[in-house]
C-alpha cells in the first residue's frame, strides 16, 4: 500500500500540503478529490517524489520514496504529470516507448515493444502511433502521454488529472479503462480528479482535501454525502442515487 505520515510542503509561507497522514490500500482505485488550491496535485507530486517533502514520510509499496534509487522507484510506479511539455520532436510510437525505459535502458527487448503496442492499443492510438505528437489534438495528446505510463507497467499508477481534454466518451472510456487495470491486473491506481460522479462511480476509496488538509478519506458511500461535501466544496450539492452509484447534482 501507500502509506503517508505528517507529510508537508510549502512554498514561501504557504503551507500547500498540511500534515497529511492515509494509507491507501494496494488494488483498486482511488481518487483524491477537492477545490482548486486543496494541495491534491501537490501531494501526488510528494508521493511520487517529483517534489521534495518539507517534513513527513511517503512509502510505496514498502519502499521509502526519499531514499529509494530512482530506477527501482520508476519500476515500482509510474506517474502522469497534470502539464506535460517535450523538448523534442517526437512520433506517438517513440513517446510511448520511453515509459520502458526503467526497465529497457534505452535498449528495447521484444517484451518492451509488446507492452508498447498493447498500451497504444488500449489507448485507442494504433492509428495515429506514426504521427508526430504535436500533431495531435488535446484530448489525443493526452491518452499519448497515459500510454507512456502505461507502457511503463508498474504495480502503482499515479494520475494527475488523467481526463484533462478528453470529450466524455473517452473520458469513460479512461475511467473505465483504469478500473480494469485495478480489477484485472491488479495494479493500485491514484487518481487526482476533478468530477466526484467519476470519483463516485469508479472509485473503491476517495481522499478529500481542502486548504491542504485531509477532510476525509472513505469509500464513495461514505463520502457522497451532502455534509461531506459541503465541508469539502462549500456549496450545497444534491445526491442522487442512479443505478447504484451516488450522484452529485450541482448545477442549479
Do not use: W
Request: hydrophobic share 40%; glycine share 10%; aromatic share 4%.
Amino acid at each position: 500500500m501507500i502509506r503517508l505520515s505528517g507529510v508537508c510542503k510549502s512554498y514561501g509561507t504557504a503551507r500547500v500540503v498540511d500534515d497529511v497522514t492515509a494509507g491507501i490500500p494496494s488494488g483498486g482505485v482511488t481518487s483524491i478529490i477537492g477545490p482548486n488550491g486543496a494541495g491534491k496535485s501537490t501531494l501526488l507530486s510528494l508521493i511520487s517524489r517529483l517534489q521534495p517533502m518539507d517534513a513527513g514520510t511517503v512509502a510505496v509499496g514498502g519502499l521509502d520514496v526519499a531514499a529509494t534509487p530512482s530506477r527501482q522507484l520508476a519500476r515500482t510506479m509510474a506517474i502522469l504529470r497534470q502539464e506535460n511539455h517535450l523538448t523534442m520532436r517526437l512520433k506517438v510510437r517513440d513517446l510511448v516507448a520511453f515509459g520502458r525505459f526503467p526497465h529497457s535502458g534505452g535498449r528495447p527487448t521484444v517484451e518492451d515493444r509488446g507492452h508498447i503496442e498493447r498500451a497504444l492499443e488500449q489507448l485507442d492510438l494504433l492509428p495515429l502511433a506514426d504521427k508526430f505528437v504535436d500533431e495531435l489534438s488535446g484530448g489525443q495528446r493526452q491518452r499519448a502521454f497515459i500510454a507512456m505510463v502505461l507502457a511503463q507497467d508498474t504495480e502503482y499508477l499515479l494520475l494527475d488529472e488523467p481526463l484533462n481534454n478528453l470529450d466524455m466518451k473517452h473520458s469513460v472510456e479512461m475511467m473505465r479503462l483504469l478500473r480494469r487495470l485495478a480489477d484485472e491486473l491488479g495494479k493500485t491506481v491514484v487518481v487526482v480528479i476533478h468530477d466526484i460522479n467519476f470519483a463516485s462511480c469508479y472509485s473503491d476509496t476517495i481522499l478529500a482535501m481542502r486548504g491542504g488538509r485531509l477532510l476525509h478519506q472513505g469509500t464513495p458511500g461514505q463520502i457522497m454525502q451532502p455534509e461531506v461535501l459541503r465541508e469539502v466544496y462549500d456549496i450545497d450539492i444534491r445526491i442522487e442515487e442512479i443505478a447504484g452509484n451516488r450522484i452529485g447534482v450541482y448545477f442549479a
